[in-house]
């Protein structure tokens, strides 16, 4: 059997793996601009923030009427038993953004099996300054606006954004020392397992124990299958989809299945690297592979590497740059005309979220620290003194995504919650100046850190395009 590839026209191998190395035109002005902000640290923030504020000039414009109309549109399944109908709104905030609490919960278990969250020592620091950036806001929330109406509200300001904060990071580049990177990123976790908790226990509508049930048995049909060594996917993903069903209906919110199962996924490799190099060997002494051998090396290449490394390297930017703009879409668009701007400035919940965010964040970061370092559990990093600490607790102030997310679960009252994004999106740009401004005012006089000296994607690219001509030229 011939191989057609290398005969085929140069439009037709130009379309392959290196169409945006090449000279053509849509190449050169989009697919490598594109690909070149996709690699950016902050890409997926901006993103973000284009979304947001889309949404709230279609919530603010002459069509504001289409916006709402669109959003809360039913679409509904019904396949024999199985019928859920549910505004896109819902779908996007009750299904949707399942896949990005299962990359939260993909990135808590690796850092509790391979990360900062295994070495007490080291994530003591991050953990109990996360503890103090929870707990400080959310006092300062109740202090404002602990009402009877607006006191279920406390959760809001304790939640940080983690996809804002890595931006802000981004945009000084090496600049930031990599332990305070290291310590916020470590406490935004943590601070996501903090939130996770709050929805779970206190944001739960009536619990229904049979659905429930349900959800907690396709959990421990998860377990029983990685112990029986099944591999198979698609069950998996079956499984989680009715643990997700199960959750919706019994009132914990449906989202808590992303995390429940992302921390279920394995995180140390099925094979040692030794196997799949071994095979290799041996199924390349002849200088060819039949597709079973291809099959049986893509296998033993892919359980070389931890199923939460792989889960996360396809899902991240797939949470980064889809589900995260959708959600700000559908939620951040806030009618601010017929005076509810002007009354948010004097709503207890506004500012309550609001001082929670921008006051209570880096008091109860630099406090959290303060506690941990004084009483020896925690010492402060190399390069990193406590105006750092305080310039990162301002960004953690940062609550975007969950706080939004928390907002729509607190309050029955539409006004309400219209205040509360009030609050979120104005504290999360007042925070994200203030912290970057203060970042960059302590770090300008640091020197950078080196650039890497290996980029694995760039030079496997080099390869591939140094390999394209001779594999073009291969004879038949």
Sequence with gaps: MTNPRPN?????????PFYSASDKPFARTVARPVREFLRVEAAGSVLLLLAAAVALIWANSPWAESYDSFWQMKATIDVGPLHISESLQHWVNDALMVIFFFVVGLEIKYELVHGDLRDPKTAALPIVAAIGGMV??????VAIAGGPETGHGWGIPMATDIAFAVGVLGLLGRRIPSPLRLFLLTLA??????????????????????????????????????????????????????????????????????????????ATPLLKEDVARSYAQKALRDHHLDTDELSRLRFLLGESVPLVERLQHTLHPISAYVVLPVFALANAGVDLGGGVLGQ?????????????????????????????VKVGIATLPARVGWGLVTAAGMVAGIGFTVSLFISGLSFDAQILADEAKVGILGASLIAAILGALMLFLLTRN????????????DDLEDDLEDAAPAVGETER
């Design 136 to 141: 400080v806001p959310a006092l300062i929330y």
């Design 8 to 16: 085929a026209p140069d439009e037709l191998w130009r379309l392959g």
């Design 344 to 372: 948010s400035l004097n709503s207890v919940v506004a500012l309550g979220v609001a001082l929670g965010l921008v006051v209570g964040k880096p008091v109860g970061v630099l406090l959290g620290a303060f506690i941990a």
């Design 446 to 457: 640091l020197e950078p850190e080196p650039e890497p000296e290996d980029d694995e994607d």
């Design 189 to 266: 976790i943590v601070d996501d397992i903090g939130a996770i908790l709050v929805i779970a226990v206190f944001y739960t509508a009536d619990l229904k124990l049979g659905w429930l049930a349900l959800a907690l048995a396709m959990l421990a049909a998860m377990v029983v299958l990685r112990m029986l060594r099944v591999w198979s996917v698609p069950v998996y993903v079956a499984l989680g989809v009715v643990c997700w069903f199960g959750l919706l209906e019994s009132g914990v919110h449906a989202t808590l299945a992303g995390v429940a199962i992302g921390l279920l996924t394995p």
